[in-house]
């Protein structure tokens, strides 16, 4: 039975390697804005990763999500699509399934490529009223497949902004 929300709360999971090697907050690339132009920024988001006591998934990490709105999309990018100037519909989720997706924001040189895999969520949060001219999503060689998925009422989860940037591989925490 479908529910009015595509999922109250989602979560994400992982195997756990070792105790010693387990993050504890969840770090992700945002595309955010500043003084009305877009800009990447690495966040963590507040809430800690636990481990799931869940039938079936204990001994997984699990990072709470949010509250999520029941109008998620799958999208689908050709190979060398060039995209154009664009605002984020809303504030959401983009889960990048398959492929290279590259976003880069206008009149600068920043520039960010995501892969698809376990690492690959991100959050667009240059939504019109934050950003005059927004971002670029194109693709490289390869198409992409991607989730995008809004956060209920626009709320996104509690975060703190780590700097100015793409976060780095070695800070994202599900490998």
């Known amino acids: 039975m479908y529910s009015q929300h595509l999922l109250s709360v989602a979560v994400l999971t992982a195997n756990l390697v070792s105790a010693s090697s ?3 907050y969840f770090n992700l690339t945002a595309i955010s804005a500043v003084n009305n132009a877009s800009l990447f920024q690495c966040w963590q988001l507040t809430t800690p990763i636990t481990s799931s006591a869940q039938n079936g998934l204990s001994g997984s990490m699990v990072q709470q999500l949010g509250a999520l709105n ?3 999309t799958y999208g689908y990018l050709p190979a060398n699509f060039p995209g154009a100037n664009h605002p984020a519909p809303g504030n959401q989720y983009v889960v990048i399934l398959s492929g290279k997706m590259i976003v880069t924001v206008p009149n600068t ?3 960010a490529i995501f892969t698809g895999g376990a690492n690959s969520v991100i959050i667009a949060a240059d939504t019109a009223d934050k950003s005059i001219i927004g971002h670029v999503t194109g693709t490289l ?3 992409v497949a ?3 998925i ?3 009422n626009g ?3 509690p975060y703190k902004v780590l700097y100015n940037g793409a976060c780095e591989s070695r800070e994202l925490n599900f490998c």
Request: net charge negative.
């Open 22 to 24: 387990n993050p504890t």
């Open 70 to 72: 029941g109008n998620a």
């Open 109 to 111: 040189t920043e520039r």
């Open 146 to 148: 991607a989730l995008q």
């Open 150 to 152: 809004p956060f209920l």
């Open 155 to 157: 709320q996104i989860p």
């Open 141 to 143: 060689n390869e198409p």
